[in-house]
């Protein structure tokens, strides 16, 4: 396995509102590695893209990282001035957003966006910061850069307007680029294209990868290691297809019987997860999916289970893997 790049520690997110405070990350460490793909896999609302929010340190308000270490370039990225993250981000992390639509300055050309990072960060030229991100719209796919480069936002697809924001977030060769569900609202096919073309990008430069999805599909096609997230936690992680193939927490068993197989659809019942999650402003002194749970037992409403190495490099937290 390559070097770590990024090392994530025992970090707290945590959300105050009024008397309540929410615990949307409470307690994750992971580490990401050079060249390689890390997915954080988990439903909505499970807390995954607040915590790579919070290694950007661009947690909305009311949120506010409460404990832990974020270690990139061997330095901790909470204890960073403001104007050291604004070098990081873009530079050193980059990040694709979820809907590019809203991402994307509706007034500015899209040429103009993908130049604005070299200019702001690699002190490129206007000349030059144009020359290069013709480039880059090349490398992307799109068609036609030397003229659509002066076109606007609206004048582009959806799955086009997600290759400028690739563009925009390896404009600068960061090291790390996070993919927060690059694929939401675009069809099958484009979604394929999309993710070829983030990892593929990131193979060929070295840039490590950490994709925010809830498509188990994707963590077998595109994942190196993968860190599977409920109510604020890691649940289970390790190497892709150790955790693919031999799934052992009960809420991904869960997850994976949810899937409708294509070799027996006449007489398959899907088995959903019944229950909801629980809710992260109340405290919880036991394992969270223990009420949606099928062989929980006494211990597990007592105590929450530590992850702990189950397999090869395999983790897992419940106390009835042990």
Same mark, same amino acid.
């Given at each position: 396995m390559s070097s770590v790049i990024l090392k994530v520690q025992d970090l707290r997110t945590h959300f105050f509102m009024g008397q309540e405070v929410l615990r949307a990350v409470d307690g994750i460490s992971y580490d990401v590695h050079e060249g390689e793909t890390t997915v954080l896999l988990g439903e909505s609302g499970?807390?995954?893209?607040?915590? %790579?929010?919070?290694?950007?340190?661009?947690?909305?308000?009311? =949120?506010? %990282? %409460?404990? =832990?270490?974020?270690?990139?370039?061997?330095?901790?990225?909470?204890?960073?001035?403001?104007?050291?993250?604004?070098?990081?981000?873009? &530079? =050193?992390?980059?990040? %694709?957003?979820?809907?590019?639509?809203?991402?994307?300055?509706?007034?500015?050309?899209? =040429?103009? &966006?993908?130049?604005?990072?070299?200019?702001?960060?690699?002190?490129?030229s206007s000349k030059s910061a144009r020359k290069r991100a013709i480039e880059l719209m090349h490398l992307v796919g799109l068609p036609d850069p030397e003229r659509r480069h002066c076109e606007y936002p609206f004048q582009f697809s959806a799955g086009m307007r997600q290759r400028v924001m690739i563009a925009m977030a390896l404009s600068c060769n960061p090291k790390i680029l996070i993919a927060d569900e690059p694929t939401t609202a675009l069809d099958v096919t484009v979604q394929a294209q999309i993710l070829d073309l983030i990892t593929g990008l990131a193979k060929k430069t070295g840039t490590a990868v950490i994709l925010i999805t809830h498509n188990l599909g994707l963590v077998a096609r595109y994942a190196d290691t993968v860190n599977v997230m409920y109510a604020g936690r890691i649940i289970e992680s390790g190497l892709a297809d150790a955790v693919c193939d031999k799934p052992m927490h009960p809420y991904l068993q869960g997850l994976l019987q949810c899937i409708p197989r294509i070799e027996n659809l006449d007489d398959q019942q899907l088995n959903p997860i019944y229950g909801r999650p629980p809710d992260l402003s109340q405290q919880i002194n036991g394992c969270y999916f223990q009420p949606r749970c099928l062989i929980s037992f006494t211990s597990c409403s007592k105590k929450y289970p530590s992850l702990d190495l189950i397999g090869d490099g395999h983790y897992c937290a419940c106390f009835a893997r042990r």
């Open positions: 499970c807390g995954k893209t607040v915590s %790579v929010l919070s290694i950007l340190r661009m947690v909305p308000a009311p =949120g506010k %990282v %409460v404990a =832990g270490k974020i270690i990139f370039g061997g330095q901790n990225l909470l204890e960073a001035s403001e104007e050291e993250m604004i070098n990081i981000r873009g &530079q =050193g992390i980059s990040m %694709v957003f979820q809907e590019p639509m809203t991402s994307l300055n509706p007034i500015i050309s899209v =040429g103009e &966006q993908i130049a604005e990072p070299l200019k702001e960060h690699l002190k490129m």
